[in-house]
């Protein structure tokens, strides 16, 4: 295999400073507040903002309007048409997440259920929403389509405790689903 050499660029004496580099900065953060006391700062409008520049005024201004379709928010779980977990603990989620923010502890179906030899269902499913990093990997990984991520932003809590979703919480959040579930297949 060849080596190759790569020659460094010769700096001039100026370039060798920090302040050449600070002053530049300087200069394009004076140019950004000049344009939003001017009331042409981008996105300004868009935002409907109260004050001068672009910033939101958040509990009374939400993102609702300007989330895009494939926005990855809160993670949800799903039942379907007939109010069936559609999780079968498979733990392919657990196993993708990167941070193990997902707990499950796999369960059985009762036996007077017509689909307890068939499936299995979860006995405990926590989201660590502290840990979470909103990668989306559970909901692609999981063959059921029982988990996915709403266009939630807003998931908070004063204690730790509040801060985990448990399986209850997460069927709340996520309802009834028909169909599929995939953002690339449409509803059916």
Not at 153 to 174: F, H, Q, S
Request: glycine share 8%.
């Amino acid at each position: 295999m060849a080596t190759v050499k790569v020659k460094r660029p010769k700096l001039h004496w100026y370039e060798h400073l920090y302040l050449p580099a600070i002053l530049k900065g300087l200069i394009i953060t004076l140019k950004h507040a000049m344009e939003s006391l001017r009331g042409k700062a981008q996105g300004g409008k868009s935002l409907a903002t109260s004050g001068l520049g672009v910033t939101m005024q958040y509990p009374e201004q939400k993102w609702d309007d300007q989330l895009p379709d494939y926005y990855r928010g809160v993670p949800a779980l799903v039942t379907d048409e007939q109010k069936r977990e559609r999780c079968v603990s498979c733990q392919l989620c657990e196993f993708i997440c990167p941070p193990k923010a997902i707990t499950i502890t796999p369960g059985e179906i009762q036996s007077e259920d017509p689909w307890a030899k068939v499936e299995k269902a979860p006995q405990k499913f926590d989201i660590d929403m502290i840990r979470c990093i909103y990668c989306g990997m559970c909901e692609e990984v999981c063959p059921e389509q029982a988990i996915f991520l709403r266009q939630d932003y807003a998931m908070t809590g004063t204690t730790r405790g509040e801060m985990v979703n448990d399986k209850k919480r997460l069927y709340e959040i996520g309802g009834i689903r028909e169909g599929l579930v995939n953002k690339w297949n449409e509803l059916k």
